[in-house]
């Protein structure tokens, strides 16, 4: 049977532009505006999942070992390793959002229909069920205070017919444009005043729909692609792995020796996490 999950939270949201260099590499900086490409650090919010939402959103897309194809034949289609991070939320007086606390971290596959022409970002994030790829295991954390968090590191691999390739670069977490205090505190800014214009979908609006959740998981954004993968496109049949890891404790070719033994991913989850998913088509059922 296929673990399809049903994400621990009621509302799953993306940043836009939060690694360096990402939006221009993808092409998907086309889709703001010239005023906000040239502001620096991350340009927005999208939704990948609202819980009880009547459209494409209220669709839980969350699976941890395959991730479906969209439909369309013409579909170009990239992993996106990314950092996951759960927080708990406080509500002010008026309902509004107070703060954000981050409590663990996890790992996502933001997967991405690139060529789709949307009229919103999130509708080339969820196609439907096992469009997402989502870790159930988590790291418990109390903060994202750069001297406690300097040591992960986030990478990605994309296996073909038996051959694996580096497909995201291997980045500490640190490194995100937008991180620490100052995330929570954008984050907080922007679920405000992010209004449903071009684009962009009211978070407001979603947060209130979803129920006024008493916590949220955000993919804070993806590193940048490797030269041999940059245009890459998934195709039926391949593996993807997303991996966290504690330098501390791992090194880097270790980590890429491990890809390939599937068997020791769930050991170590306190120092090492693992996404691994096989690329099925859309005509394959769905379990």
Excluded at 268 to 278: E, F, I, P, S, Y
Aim: charged letters at 20%; aromatic letters at 6%; one cysteine or more.
């Amino acid at each position: 049977m296929t673990k399809v999950i049903n994400s621990s939270d009621d509302l799953v949201l993306g940043i836009a532009g939060n690694s360096p260099g990402y939006l221009a590499q993808t092409g998907e900086i086309k889709a703001f505006s010239a005023n906000q490409r040239q502001q620096h650090g991350p340009k927005a919010l999208f939704p990948i999942y609202v819980k009880g939402h009547d459209s494409f959103l209220g669709t839980a897309p969350f699976c941890q070992v395959q991730l479906r194809l969209p439909a369309s034949r013409e579909a170009v289609t990239q992993m996106e390793p990314e950092l996951a991070v759960r927080f708990k939320v406080e509500y002010g007086q008026a309902g509004d959002v107070a703060e954000l606390r981050p409590f663990a971290l996890s790992l996502i596959n933001d997967a991405t229909h690139r060529n789709r022409v949307v009229t919103k970002l999130a509708q080339k994030k969820n196609w439907g069920p096992q469009s997402k790829g989502a870790l159930e295991q988590q790291i418990a954390i109390d903060s994202l205070q750069i001297e406690g968090m300097e040591h992960y590191r986030i990478c990605g691999f994309l296996g073909r017919e038996g051959q694996w390739h580096q497909c995201s670069e291997d980045v500490s977490v640190s490194q995100y444009t937008v991180f620490s205090q100052a995330l929570c505190d954008w984050l907080v800014q922007r679920i405000a005043q992010q209004r449903d214009e071009s684009v962009l979908d009211d978070i407001g609006q979603l947060l209130v729909q979803a129920g006024c959740p008493r916590s949220i998981t955000v993919a804070i954004g993806a590193p940048s692609y490797t030269e041999a993968c940059r245009d890459h496109q998934l195709q039926h049949g391949d593996e993807m792995v997303v991996c966290l890891y504690d330098q501390r404790r791992y090194q880097f070719d270790e980590i890429q020796t491990q890809i390939t033994e599937p068997e020791l991913d769930s050991v170590d989850c306190q120092h090492k996490l693992v996404l691994r998913q096989r690329v099925i088509s859309d005509q394959e059922s769905v379990k």
